[in-house]
């Protein structure tokens, strides 16, 4: 039960040959200065024991990119500190935009994304990650999503 990019905000496909960049599934680089992670945003949805997932990128900086990058493949790493970062991702079902929104990410044991915890403030994405959300939320939210896919196909189309 979720939704994720394939490529931070600032990614640019004009990036995809060059030699100071770099996008995988988990990792992502852009012209050797600006560095991001891959992680998950979950929110209880209220009544049950399920979670929705936003599948979102964060930038870090270039130490803590470089340690994550370090302990990526190595037991215990969900021991460490959470790395500060920004949410990097848009997610334009919500009102206000979610680029920039403070975090933290959790690492999680090897195999695992990392846990991205926003600030609490009184974004609706924080507030729905610190309370949950309700079945018909997720349904609201599958909606909008699929609207702003088919728009995105019919734009690529013209």
């Not at 729905?128 to 088919?150: D, F, K, P």
Request: with cysteine; aromatic share 10%; net charge negative.
């Amino acid at each position: 039960m979720g939704y994720s990019t394939t490529a931070p905000y600032v990614w640019d496909q004009s990036f995809a040959d060059a030699s100071d960049c770099l996008l995988s599934s988990d990792q992502c680089v852009i012209k050797a200065r600006h560095y991001f992670v891959k992680g998950l945003i979950e929110i209880p949805v209220i009544g049950g024991n399920n979670v929705f997932s936003w599948g979102v990128w964060v930038s870090l900086s270039r130490e803590s990119f470089a340690r994550a990058a370090d302990l990526w493949d190595t037991s215990g790493r969900e021991s460490e500190e959470p790395y500060f970062g920004w949410l990097t991702t848009e997610l334009p079902i919500y009102s206000s935009s979610t680029i920039n929104l403070k975090t933290h990410v959790h690492t999680r044991p090897v195999g695992e994304r990392p846990l991205v915890e926003l600030e609490p403030t009184e974004h609706p994405l924080a507030v729905e990650q610190r309370t949950g959300i309700t079945l018909e939320r997720v349904r609201e939210i599958a909606e909008a999503v699929s609207h702003l896919a088919y728009d995105e196909s019919e734009r690529h189309r013209t």
